[in-house]
T-cell receptor
């Protein structure tokens, strides 16, 4: 079975540019999570969806960040405009309702110059 | 908010030694998960625990769900070089967010 698929794996961009990260969760999973990982702050939850509906976006840093899940097999995390402090690894993860097991993608490493 | 503490923060051990690490919380959880992350990769699920007192093994790894539901332990027996990585615990209340610990960084010396 395919795991959680994220793209791009690496992105280098300049400050002020728009960044879009993409995620395809595991088929049949009801929950999708976006995390950000940095050395200083570890794994931070940004937002999560249940059945394509955003449930908790309190971790989204500010209005520059937005996330959508137009259907059960696709989600995007967008940063506009990007800033150097947004540099981090962004992970998407999915789980099945009641299962309790959370599976991560390989991450998107973002560098904002 | 909920927080998880992991100890030790890091450890250096000799190949062949056993490893113990733990995770504690001020809140109770229904599920405890243990992950391993290697450089440049996403966290990989090692063991999932669903019941207080549960003891589960996966090869050389053994994890336990604490009786109080506020802690969990991970043991690795006979460590090998490929065990190197960061080990994260995570707790979840049913249907809610997963809360992650800061990780234990394991180094295995040959």
């Amino acid at each position: 079975d395919a795991g959680v698929i994220q793209s791009p794996r690496h992105e280098v961009t300049e400050m002020g540019q728009e960044v879009t990260l993409r995620c395809k969760p595991i088929s049949g999973h009801d929950y999708l999570f976006w995390y950000r990982q940095t050395m200083m702050r570890g794994l931070e939850l940004l937002i999560y969806f249940n059945n394509n509906v955003p449930i908790d976006d309190s971790g989204m840093p500010e209005d520059r960040f937005s996330a959508k899940m137009p259907n059960a097999s696709f989600s995007t995390l967008k940063i506009q405009p990007s800033e150097p402090r947004d540099s981090a690894v962004y992970f998407c993860a999915s789980s099945r309702l009641g299962d309790g097991e959370l599976f991560f993608g390989e991450g998107s490493r973002l560098t904002v110059l | 908010g909920q927080q998880l503490n992991q100890s030790p923060q890091s450890m250096f051990i000799q190949e062949g030694e056993d490893v113990s690490m733990n995770c504690t919380s001020s809140s109770i959880f229904n599920t405890w998960l243990w992950y391993k992350q290697e450089p440049g990769e996403g966290p990989v699920l090692l063991i999932a625990l669903y019941k207080a007192g549960e003891l589960t093994s996966n090869g050389r790894l053994t994890a336990q769900f604490g009786i109080t539901r506020k802690d969990s332990f991970l043991n690795i027996s006979a460590s090998i070089p490929s065990d190197v990585g960061i080990y994260f615990c995570a707790g979840q209340l049913y249907g809610q967010n997963f809360v992650f610990g800061p990780g234990t960084r394991l180094s295995v010396l040959p």
